[in-house]
């Protein structure tokens, strides 16, 4: 962290600065420029009290220089990541397969749901999706899920969702929109709490989720930065809790064919430089095209993803909600198909991938070594 | 609204969705092309159950012609709107006078607050707004709000405001985050209940926020079209509720050197096109620079607001959060005296705006009594 | 299209413009409803004096059904898409192989060209490419190309990396910026001209563009919608041309942490739903971090680009210009390497991709023959 | 600027790059921690060689502290702004007067101009805009303006306008598209050359303008931030040309009810803290919607613009292109005295405005003479 003095700030309003943060237990170090000066803060900048620092006299701007997550961040070094493994029921994510989650948009009765199941099974998947209380941009489309009208209903639509999921062996992983109904997901047996889009910044929501011992999905908001986004992420991580996985949906952009935009430079970013989570790929809602889910789910495990998020329906023509981009069975037998080989060359390729980030150093070494042959000759 | 025939659907198809709108009440027409066939839909479309419609075989696309917000929406004619008055407290926003709220970004102390109320009071705002549980976009920040602890520091902390805006007649303005709290924020004897930017979309608290009898500020989120907008709004007042105040806060755009973008074009829209709720400007939020919200408050006032709303601080150097947005004492008095003179001057050029919105209806009179005149001659 | 009249219109009014309509050679329908009146348009659209018709008397708007752009559109159904071969020199894009095109940002000297050529030629790449006179945002980095100062320099300029990929057998591709300029880069052998993201909506250089022989690499804007951009992409093909390359190099989004966010979803549109054309993608630009080029480079691949283009340099750290994100020789072979296999993965996997866009009709064919069995059970 | 040394970077390095700093005439500082090194350079930074630097062993990235652009920023303070004024003809801009500027979107006839000019200047308008080749994001809009075809045409389409602003003593502005028109314009009299949306960022005709007498107004690109739009701006500026206006017309957002997004903020920025040049808001292609440009010009102009462009038409209903934007005479006149109205407001509340963003300065002092009074109470 630098703190940014302002122009006119005096000598003594900078030694007050420093002495606050030697009293903090920081470390300093100084730069003292014609018009600026800047004092840089050394040591663990999660603890420094931001707000106290910002308000002492002449003190301009802090600028951030290093992360300000930790929990969520990449451990390891480019070349050699650790990725943190979390699991789903029995089923692994982050680690050595590919995950295919996949459901309908939502649960519309046991029939559906059991149907459902059966295809996500016979389709080589691994987990069920399906809401049970739905999101809906108009509050007159008719249907916000089985278990929008109380507690009881909630009870019930989660029930239904569990039991397909048990009955096909298939981790369930369902979306809450209230944090006041965390304990009833915990008690119905769901696996995984899925955090939806328009509630990627709902504070209250993340919070009462510190505690939870289900893993979360924790998809990103439209509007967030890649680390601002972490950022959010962290939140939920500030207590210790570890098994949460990221999931790009896709965020806003000028682009209005696609119903969002698929941010496949952030999957690489997650999964190559920014963390150590697993990262879920969701091009369901990222394109809100069906025949579109197929080539840019495989981009985005080809940029890093290893789990896989989405929609599909017995037949997603009759589906209540969403129905336009849920997969059919045959094109959801395709794509799971499909993502595990573009999986294993995924994996294949980072042997040559990985390395190749560390060549930098090289090059510098050699530059150092022999200037005259790598510098630029002067045309 | 319109539907949208796939090329290959049937008349069988066609037909089966007449007699489906049929049944549900709603008249229909066609248009039969070469291609596409479209089937129009009259009647009050609020009550058009979308996804049944959407489920029929052949249907590709439902097309909206009309605006799917009912009770948002604009009532009057666009050269004579009629403005919904809602009160908060005393305070009556959307009618004759500008109503200006202000106050720290967070309650701080007693003492603060206190502070905070009579500054507002002294420099002629109207209501008082203080935060008691507060947004963080960062976990580290150290300062959530003195109510974020539990269910008794939210208690205390609303009591402290509430304490305020009755010492100096200031009905207050509170943020909620958690849908659990609104009957605490009730009975604290809070006067309006404010929605932030990050839970513009949050179903859960919209839904909770139909019964309440207080009125609401529902922010716009940052990235929410006009109409959109407007979509989640009426969620809250579908049931009836009518005392929801619309409020541009910034949105997201290439601009980086604002924390946000304010939206003029939408305040324009909203007040003189698209609904008759108050709405409100908050410059704080949408510059995130304290010496810019002056210029853009009055910005938004010209372009239609009728609320405004600031963060103002006794001193803001020691604000707890949001500091560098706050107004000093002495910008917050101008600041005020700046906007009843720029509303009174808005008001006083609405006389000669609203009656030049309905000019183009002349013209075509004109056009259709004398083509000669007015049509392009083609050079 | 539609032609959505005004709510006020007269009978008379729509009767004048379907009689206009007809007029110029056009096919009509109309959908009369309770407050609006919509009259269809059938025909070649792109014939279609839009101003004119929408000054007539009582026309609110013209509403696009169909698709604006028609040379650059997909010929060939979903299931069995048309693909447009275009050559640049003697190098086939669209066609069976994935094209790699590579090469530093800048030509900086006949020393940097040469090297530079030498590197892509062994690192597997088909086509060479360098910019003689660049963009740059400030006009203060001191180096804007070899060609920058005048004609003469251009020449100069141009003739470096012409003979460099005459050298080692690498068409060329080479940026413009000024339409004054085309014939001296014709002139100059220059294989392939580009258009860069700035130019993308350059009236006068598309315009002019027109009538090259040249293959023309037309760069998406950063703020142009999927199908926005392919309207400028037509108006260069409009008086016939056809060799036109689509490329994708990132565009504005909230993600701050790449320099632009490569739009996967729209490069699959490109392939299998709006274009024929080759749609390249450029990673480079995409991110501007030189190690998340290859994961994005692969994702756009497994979208659908069928060419690819990167920027590389013999030593990037010692690059003129955009140093920070081109590749190292080590990470170029890797990259190409990596490239072809996961191109020869999308090919096969397009066998089972293509025929399952088509299984939505076969579901309605069976919904409608067993309505009983796909119909949903109403709970 | 800050040279960010590499975590790896050695302590030779760091000199280095120091001693290349001296060599090149600046002072530098230091700020060693204990994981980052970074070096401060003082002086005049934009004589400083980016590349040169940026390519140093051990230099990771120049992080700017202070702005990239020195001729098209603010001189004197924040509370006593220095204004440069920019004549158009014998207009001046930037000056005590607002500037309105008004006229077709393009010229379509000499008797169409003529009746435009005597619209203009009957309204109150001082200048006269229409533009003699167009641009159309659909290539079959089917009208490009008069002299799209050839030179000849566009000489004889910029006699039409200026004939016309010469009978009416209106000062002409017309935009050009490719730097090879230059001389024409200025040989056909024309008084400011206008650059467009599309060309904000067009390298080639913003060099070339470098040395044209003719005062300039330079549009924001819809993608540019407000800083980086000030760089392209100081492209122009970088010779020595001094009369160049801003101008503000709508950027990108998540906002698609209104055609472009106003930002305000920026226009405050660049009057009150970034710049001394004119700014011009053009809120017809602001918004897109006729009705709107009355609320959101007064809006831009109570947000600092001193300089107001709009459609207007005798009859836009007629307007061969974009009329649905157009004012009517009778709204133009309305917005003309509106306009002046609101600039007079505008003036006089600066005299309270400025005077108050100084007003930090005094807290400083006094929190420092009394701190008991000032900071925080630990509540």
């Known amino acids: ?9 005096t000598r003594d309003e900078v030694a007050a600065v420093e002495k606050k943060l030697h009293g903090l237990g920081f470390k300093t170090g100084k730069l003292v420029g014609e018009e600026i000066t800047l004092v ?6 999660s603890l420094l009290p931001v707000g106290e620092i910002a308000e002492l006299a002449g003190v301009e701007q802090l600028i951030p220089i290093s992360r300000a997550y930790k929990r969520a961040a990449q451990k390891g070094t480019p070349e050699q990541p650790i990725y943190q493994a979390v699991s789903i029921g029995k089923v692994v994510c982050g680690g050595d397969d590919l995950v295919f989650i996949a ?8 029939k559906q749901i059991m149907e459902a199941a059966r295809l996500v099974k016979d389709a080589g998947g691994q987990c069920l999706r399906g809401g049970v209380v ?23 639509g989660l029930a239904l969702i569990v039991k397909a999921g048990r009955e096909f062996g298939l981790p369930t992983v369902v979306e809450i929109l209230d944090p006041g109904d965390v304990k009833v997901y915990e008690d119905a047996g769901v696996d995984c709490i899925q955090i939806g889009e328009p509630n990627s910044k709902n504070q209250a929501l993340l919070n009462r989720l510190r505690t939870t011992p289900l893993p ?7 509007s967030l930065d890649t680390e601002a986004y972490l950022l959010w992420v962290e939140r939920i991580m500030t207590g210790g809790k570890e098994n949460v996985i990221l999931c790009e949906r896709g965020i806003m952009s000028p682009n209005r064919y696609t119903r969002n935009t698929i941010d496949v430079g952030s999957v690489a970013a997650f999964r190559y430089q920014l963390s150590g989570l697993p990262v879920a790929v969701d091009a369901s809602h990222g394109t809100g095209v069906r025949d579109l889910v ?11 993803a290893s789990v896989v998020l989405v929609e599909a329906h017995p037949n997603p023509l009759v589906a209540k909600s ?3 981009q849920g997969l059919f069975p045959e094109q959801l037998r395709a794509l799971v198909h499909a993502a595990r080989e573009t999986w294993r060359l995924r994996r294949k390729l980072d042997e040559t991938y990985l390395p190749s980030v560390a060549i930098e150093k ?8 022999d200037k005259a042959r790598f510098f630029r000759s002067k045309s």
Chains 1, 2, 3, 4 share one sequence.
Request: hydrophobic fraction near 30%.
């Open 294 to 304: 197929h080539p840019t789910t495989l981009a985005g495990i080809m940029a890093g």
């Open 103 to 110: 459901g309908p948009c939502s649960v519309e009765s046991e």
């Open 134 to 156: 739905k999101y809906r941009s108009s509050p007159y489309s008719g249907w916000e899920g089985l278990g929008s009208s109380d507690t009881e209903s909630l009870k019930k």
């Open 40 to 45: 840089g803060v050394y040591g663990d900048i």
């Open 1 to 9: 962290m630098l703190v940014k003095m302002r122009r006119e700030a």
């Open 322 to 324: 969403d129905g336009f």
């Open 216 to 222: 979360v999905i924790h998809k990103r908001g439209n």
């Open 362 to 369: 090289d090059y510098l070494a050699r530059m150092e070594a």
